[in-house]
């Protein structure tokens, strides 16, 4: 499906959990960052997503390039790893991608006595956006 976004995956990943009917109601909420950051960071063919570009995000939430602008800490970007694992899992399984991006991406690492909020679904969107293309790393 060379034709279907990132951000249009991660919305159909989201509606895919309500309807599951499986979930918290603050899980699915805290989804809203995930997509946030999906937007942000990986705006463009789900196809063309890589392991390093991945990485690559993890490296600029921890640098501040964030919706809030606040570098994310670790047990944040922890979540957001998680919720790839999911997201790309599920768009490997619906044969939306042949190759899973998140089997080569390391989980990050947070120190057990990590207890950092996750940020808030209603952080403001940042207009600066990044759009993946080999060229533009």
């Not at 089997?103 to 990044?130: F, G, L």
């Amino acid at each position: 499906d060379d034709g279907l976004s990132t951000p249009q995956w991660a919305r159909e990943w989201h509606e895919r959990r309500v309807r599951s009917m499986k979930l918290s109601e603050s899980t699915l909420e805290n989804d809203q960052y995930k997509i946030n950051i999906v937007d942000m960071h990986l705006d463009c063919p789900i196809v063309d997503v890589t392991a390093d570009m991945i990485q690559d995000v993890y490296w600029k939430l921890a640098q501040g390039e964030t919706p809030s602008g606040r570098p994310y800490k670790p047990k944040s970007i922890e979540g957001l790893h998680k919720a790839l694992v999911s997201m790309f899992g599920m768009a490997k399984s619906k044969r939306k991608i042949d190759e899973n991006p998140m089997d080569e991406v390391e989980a990050p690492k947070v120190p057990k006595e990590s207890r950092d909020a996750i940020p808030s679904a209603n952080s403001t969107t940042s207009t600066t956006r990044s759009r993946c293309s080999a060229s533009s790393r």
